[in-house]
């Protein structure tokens, strides 16, 4: 058991945000972050999808946010995106959103091909590491 705690806490350790980059970011401030996670909150919550789902989903935004410059017009697309590989990574299949289902959302901001984009370029800033361990996790091991 001390064991799995050790590696839950070594992964968690290796998937957390560096925050003082973002705080560098020029685009999007701290500020708009509570908007955009009230945002996923409500597709979260539309979806009918797991709370783990939205946690890590969180973690992902706040992870490339951490890597990657984001523009102020992309930062719901990001957010978005990071909603629908958290529900493809964590959630059962059916609930997982649909692309036009998170534009709808968006109030057609965006397009198809900007989402897949966007996707496989979160994957790849983030080198395809999407698990991080949530509370959850954790207390399993009690």
């Not at 560098?24 to 783990?52: C, G, K, S």
């Not at 629908?84 to 059916?94: G, M, N, T, V």
Request: glycine residues 2%; contains cysteine.
């Amino acid at each position: 058991m001390a064991n799995q705690h050790q590696s839950l806490t070594a992964e968690e350790n290796e998937t957390l945000p560096n925050t003082s980059l973002i705080d560098t970011q020029p685009h999007i401030q701290w500020f708009m972050r509570p908007y955009l996670i009230d945002f996923l909150v409500e597709a979260h919550a539309a979806f009918n999808l797991l709370p783990e789902t939205l946690f890590l989903a969180v973690n992902l935004l706040d992870r490339y946010c951490s890597k990657r410059q984001v523009y102020k017009e992309l930062y719901q697309l990001v957010g978005c995106t990071a909603l629908l590989i958290s529900a493809k990574y964590s959630d059962k299949k059916r609930h997982v959103p649909k692309i036009h289902e998170l534009n709808t959302m968006c109030c057609e901001l965006y397009n198809v091909s900007m989402f897949i984009r966007m996707e496989w370029h979160v994957l790849d800033t983030l080198e395809w590491v999407i698990g991080h361990p949530t509370a959850d996790s954790f207390s399993q091991q009690l």
